[in-house]
């Protein structure tokens, strides 16, 4: 349908130029002039060939992983996180169990999250796999369809990349929980564990707090050297690299993002005081914290639901370290007030205190955050229209 | 990805032409040869304007409902749905159930279907909308997207347009049920409701049985008979319409289609040796047949808990005529020969007995559907294909 319009406009345009007493006699010159509005013209000058029309009926937009990259910075990432908890803490928001299908030729799964915040009336299904053998034929282990739907008609409104936009979403998470539950002076971060998550949870922290020194931690020193490299483009401070979990310790805000299922990080190892994003557990029998750290700080979860099946507190609570009922909240319940954050004093989590955002990812921080680069995307008239109907 | 490929091959095609001795000193017949072959041209000679470039990484084919209504025959869509129901009765397919987001202004509900065929390695997830007040405002009522992913890396590799296709299999369904079910020499085919399902439906039971004579059922007589002109393009035969559900169960099998909360077929009504396929009831309290003909006929469905939850058979379970263990079997418990289908003798159903086939709509029938049209589609060189990584 967008084809035919767009024919349409584009045929009145040539018709009103051709008419035009300045190119009487000069047919070639019309034709040349015409060119570079046209989409053979977009691609020949290799302009933007990409289309866009509002308006049209049942129109999907496509929106590619490079585009997403291009429309979605951290800030946006954190204010669309920070007002999903919102949701969730007012009990605003439907999110059904995930769902996986289990594939074993090669080893694999497919996590479908359906998502629906009330209050902004944003809907959608996130489609995101997990393939470890992947990289062994060069494509990602990780990747990420986003569908976003109107929840007024049920119709898809956008699909789009969203690998990146999960790693930004899970950045903007730890972002969003420790600025409710670190120390507000935290200056410095350390980080175990090297990987892609590990930039999207720094870049999120720089965002909030004066970070002047990062202690990166990675079983491969190499890795560290080459995350602190690329972490100078976006945060200067100073960097220290290291093997040792340990000594990413000596920190305020620790984050932990490996694949771990035993932990990385002991008890003993951690500060007074210290916040923890534990990030990388994210399946039943995963875990990057000992048993007896988690059982003893203030834990946090993003959804006690998710979290109990399958976060950093899965493993303790099936060994009886934790109760369930022992979690001192979701993350939404302190950002709507109904518990206190870290205020250092009497009300709320004492300054001594260690606390734990387990992080399990949330299929309404998708959507909201899918939904600004939906709105970005469509202003500034990126991504592919695709018929629907 | 796509489009700057795209863009190298044009500019070297254009560069080719200009070369061309028989173009030398024709600048301009050389620009005017040039523009049909362009995307320009093509948009505005209205050509088909779709492309395609095979084995580009993480390529992903967006079809419409145009492309998907043009590469699928109900012969396809049965045997497709044939297969899917094997793999089900092996046990070879996984499929959670469906998740629903509830919305409410206006009232509607989001689907989302996740399946697996293990068999035949195929995978996918299918979002599908009911928002009722949607004709309002010039909208389909059920809008589906199906998106399939690849089982070996876990990357999507298509993304359709699925409201005709979901007729088409849930028609398929039907008539693979009435294969095994239904009377070998069923003539009459009576319909009670007369829309799109009744459509699809016929259309498949036409390329089962010798169909004489359809007996078309609608409380809009006229709907009735708009139904059987259109039918006639299909299957040429006697039709008889009528607004009364009580004539077209004068008929050797029955299809019921209607939206209904309340029984509209009665227990009397029905012949000895009759097979009915219920094809409405698609939520908890939803019924068609009432709740003594579903009692005393054989019962067979396409998921058992899907069925118990939201099928035909959910009323008459909750009102107690009804036991889940007096449900005769699964349709695909049939077809791999562990329960016997109607063979009018001792070892089956018997002649004189009515059958139900309770038809709820399976991620797997979509998903291997799916999977025929996105092959036909690929070799006819349809759809658009999008960079994706």
Redesign the interface.
């Known amino acids: 349908m967008y084809?035919?319009v767009?024919?349409i406009v584009?045929?009145v345009f040539?018709l009103l130029i051709f008419k035009m007493p300045i190119f009487a006699g000069h047919?070639?010159k019309c034709?040349?002039f015409l060119?570079p509005f046209?989409?053979?013209?977009q691609?020949?000058f290799?302009l933007d060939?990409?289309k866009r029309l509002k308006g049209v009926?049942?129109d999907v937009l496509?929106l590619?992983?490079?585009d997403v990259s291009a429309h979605l910075t951290m800030d946006d990432a954190i204010s669309a996180v920070e007002k999903a908890f919102l949701d969730h803490g007012r009990g605003q928001t439907?999110m059904?169990?995930k769902?996986?299908?289990?594939?074993s030729?090669?080893e694999?799964?497919?996590r479908?999250m359906?998502?629906?915040l009330e209050g902004q009336?944003l809907?959608g299904?996130k489609?995101v796999?997990?393939?470890p053998k992947?990289p062994e034929?060069?494509?990602?282990t990780v990747?990420a369809?986003l569908?976003l739907?109107s929840?007024?008609?049920?119709?898809?409104i956008a699909?789009m990349?969203a690998?990146f936009l999960t790693s930004m979403r899970t950045g903007a998470a730890g972002a969003v929980a420790a600025r409710y539950l670190a120390r507000p002076e935290s200056k410095v971060v350390g980080l175990v564990g090297a990987g892609v998550q590990a930039r999207t949870q720094l870049l999120g922290l720089s965002r909030i707090f004066e970070i002047e020194r990062v202690i990166v931690a990675d079983r491969s020193i190499e890795s560290a050297k080459a995350f602190a490299e690329y972490a100078k483009t976006f945060l200067d401070c100073e960097y220290q690299t290291t093997a040792g979990a340990k000594d990413a310790c000596d920190c305020d805000i620790l984050v932990t993002t490996t694949p771990a299922r035993a932990p990385v990080v002991v008890k003993e190892w951690v500060k007074p005081g210290t916040h923890i994003n534990a990030i990388g557990a994210d399946a039943k029998g995963k875990q990057e914290l000992e048993s007896a750290l988690t059982g003893s700080a203030v834990v946090v979860v993003d959804d006690m639901a998710q979290a109990v099946h399958s976060g950093e507190v899965n493993v303790p609570i099936s060994q009886g370290v934790l109760r369930p009922e022992e979690i001192y909240a979701q993350i939404g319940e302190i950002l709507v007030g109904k518990k206190p954050g870290r205020t250092g004093g009497a009300n709320g989590i004492g300054g001594e205190e260690v606390t734990i955002f387990d992080s399990t990812g949330l299929g309404i921080q998708d959507v909201a955050t899918g939904t600004v680069v939906y709105r970005r995307a469509m202003d500034a008239g990126k991504g592919?229209h695709?018929?629907?109907?």
């Open positions: 084809l035919s767009d024919c584009f045929k040539c047919r070639t034709i040349w060119i046209s989409s053979f013209g691609s020949l290799l060939s990409r009926l049942m496509w590619t992983e490079e439907q059904p169990p769902s996986y299908l289990y594939f030729k090669p694999g799964d497919l479908t359906p998502a629906f009336d809907a299904v489609i796999n997990v393939h992947n034929i060069g494509l990602p990747m369809l569908v739907n929840p007024k008609t049920g119709a898809p699909v990349g690998t592919i695709l018929g629907f109907l």
